[in-house]
């Protein structure tokens, strides 16, 4: 990777980390980034018109992301963090070959503390993530002892995006979600789209307490700190800023983040056929 980043004059240290997802569970990413490196700059992009990825063919996301990554490259971002776990599972091996640029995802790092803490391990998630097998296969790669069931949960994005956390009704989804694994004594129980964390306050009461949540984020900002380091590209300032782009409606975006940020952000819309159109200039060919 260190000699590929050679090739690629626009990366440097003062270069933002770019972030994508399909809406507003990156920002359960991005407040980790926050965090534990607070000295970065951030890109932030919410494909809010395209949502939700969980229910995409793994076509149609492999061209989302690679048209993602164009546009960030475009913005000279110094990292891309797929902040979104459908991405990670369907498109991560894919676009890591054909750019020159560190990419880093959600399952591996959360699959590998999950392995190391838990026995019996849930993974809940998108149908997308669910179907893939990333997250079972990763974390019995990291330990071939532990069980791991998948759960598939359809309804969860569209609520969280419809600012419906509170509503009775996504209690009673999480019930049903969450039933064969409790029924499977679960001890630990990896949040698998990065929208989930939003959902704590509802999970945390159908629970037994003594079931571990996992939050990818937490282990992937420690792994881009790793990656930023050992490639000399931390920010050597301490000034920071956060820009927000969305494919959808700027302000259905502002309000539904602002709870979560703790302040309404301003946030530009970027046209998807723009996004579609722009030429693919920094793919690297591979044969
Ligand atoms: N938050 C994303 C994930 O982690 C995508 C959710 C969706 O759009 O379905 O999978």
Redo the contacts with the bound molecule.
Sequence with gaps: MANALRQTSSIHSSGKIGVF???V?GLTVLREIVRQLPHESVLYFGDTAR????ERTPAEILRYVREIIVWMLKREVKMVVMA???SSALALETVRSEFDVPILGVILPGARAAAKLGRAIGVI??PA?AASGAYRQAILEANPSVAVWQVGCPEF?PLIEQNRIHDPYLKTVAQTYLQPLLQARIDTLIYG???YPHLAPVLRQILPSQVRLIDPAVPLVQAMTHELDVLGLSSPHAATTTEFYVSGQPSQFARVSARWLGYRPSVSQIDLLALAADPPLSVRSRS
Aim: net charge negative; charged share 5%.
């Design positions: 997802d399909s809406g569970g949502l939700p990825y969980g979104c776990n459908t998630s998108t993530t994005v789209c990065t929208h």
